[in-house]
């Protein structure tokens, strides 16, 4: 797989720090500068695996001791043979420059840490888009990607998801006893194949729990950035 381009985006950030609509321009010039920043600190890994999927009383991945409970992976995988887990970092040195940062300047690190969290979720983006080319020559559909934590599925399974994957070893992703994993700008996810077209659930605030609560909602916006 070849070289994933990683983006910190400024309006993704300012989203993530609890802003709504477009921030003004001495707070926009400073959330790029934060975001050139962890570009320049970013450096990306990950590991892939691909797992035939098995069902009993949950959902399991075969070879593994891997067991996805609850009902929303359930039903993200219902029309799955295999998935494809993961995990992605965007490395130590954005961790030590946000820390470095939170010494002299609290406001600056809060932009750096906004801009590192929208910079791993631009590396999923990437890796998923490249998986997605890559299953859809084999004539196999992609799911959205979910990961522990989201909906009923249990954060207690993070230890084990990534024992699966080697991620200590292989790219230097390890996970606390509070399941917190180092570096922090982490993510692991479970992204479902299929031989089927699958309805995407991220375009869209119709399946989202929080839409009667939504203050983006509230102000004529998404948290997707897009005007309702």
């Known amino acids: 797989m070849e070289k994933l381009n990683i983006h910190a985006d400024i309006s993704e950030a300012y ?9 003004e321009s001495s707070i926009k010039n400073e959330l790029q500068r934060a975001a050139t920043a962890i570009e320049e600190a970013v450096s990306p890994r990950f590991v892939v695996k691909l797992c035939d999927i098995g069902r009993s009383s949950g959902v399991f991945l075969k070879g593994t001791n891997l067991c996805l409970e609850g009902r929303s992976i359930a039903a993200l995988l219902h029309d799955c043979d295999q998935c494809i887990i993961l995990c992605a970092t965007i490395g130590n040195e954005v961790d030590a420059l946000v820390r470095k940062c939170q ?5 600056f690190a809060a932009m750096l840490d906004a801009c590192a969290s929208s910079a791993v979720e ?36 993070q230890p084990s998801f990534c024992s699966v994957l080697d991620t200590a070893r292989k790219i230097g992703v390890v996970v606390s006893e509070n399941r917190l994993m180092t570096p922090l700008k982490s993510v692991t996810a479970i992204i479902g194949l299929s031989k089927n077209p699958q309805r995407h ?15 983006y909602r509230e102000n004529g916006v998404t948290c997707y950035g897009r005007a309702l």
């Not at 989203?15 to 921030?23: D, I």
């Not at 888009?129 to 522990?148: H, M, N, W």
């Open 122 to 157: 631009s590396l999923c983006d990437a890796l998923e888009s490249e998986l997605k080319v890559e299953y859809g020559a084999q004539g196999l559909f992609i799911t959205d990607r979910f990961s522990p934590g989201y909906g009923d599925l249990p954060l207690a399974i």
């Open 103 to 107: 010494i002299t300047d609290m406001s």
């Open 201 to 215: 659930f991220d375009t869209g605030c119709r399946d989202c729990e929080f839409i009667k609560s939504c203050k």
């Open 15 to 23: 989203r993530y720090m609890g802003g709504v609509g477009a921030p």
